[in-house]
Structures are given as C-alpha cells and as structure tokens.
C-alpha cells in the first residue's frame, strides 16, 4: 500500500477533517524537534572540526571543494557533515512552510 493509500484510509477515518489536520500537525513537529535535535548534533560537530582546524565551515568546505586541502579523511567527514546540515536545513524549511 502506497504513502498516498496510507493517508487517504487515515484521513477518512475522522469524522472531522479539522482532527485530521491536528494529527498532521503534530507529526510536522515531531519530526521537526527530531531534525532540530540532529541539526544542534551537526553544529556541535562542525565547531568541533572548526576548533581543531582552526578555520570556519565555509572556508574549509571552499578549500576542500577546490583540492586544496588533500584527502585525509577527517576532510571527509567534516565535507560531509556541511552536506547533511545543509539538506537538513532545506527540510527544516519545507516543514516550516506548511502552515
């Protein structure tokens, strides 16, 4: 059964369209505390990078894009980590445009 189907027999199983809407609200802010709570991990974690490297975020994600930095993988795992807060934030986003 589809995500769509899912929704439908759910959606159709109140009486009233506006109950429906609070349990869609409130699944919005659960995953939205869930993604906050990833999003302050991810900032923990790049200012640990930046502390050690001594070098913001931004600088280190342009340095490392352009070569300049090398392949050691502690590079990796900080690119990376710039990568997922970006899309976590685009999510963020999306969920707090619904209204």
């Known amino acids: 059964m589809s995500v769509q189907e899912k929704l439908e027999i759910l959606k159709n199983s109140f009486q009233d369209s506006s109950e ?6 409130k699944l919005f802010d659960i995953v939205l505390s869930s993604y906050y709570d990833k999003l302050k991990n991810y900032d923990r974690d790049l200012k640990n990078f930046e502390n050690e490297y001594q070098m913001t975020s931004e600088n280190f994600y342009r340095r490392f894009e352009s070569g300049v930095l090398g392949d050691d993988m502690d590079f990796f795992e900080w ?12 999510k963020i986003s999306q969920l707090e445009s619904v209204d």
Do not use: C, G, T, Y
């Not at 429906?20 to 609200?25: G, H, I, Q």
């Not at 690119?79 to 685009?90: D, T, W």
């Open 20 to 25: 429906f809407d609070l349990v869609l609200d």
């Open 79 to 90: 690119a990376s980590l710039i990568e997922m807060q970006k899309n976590l934030r685009e």
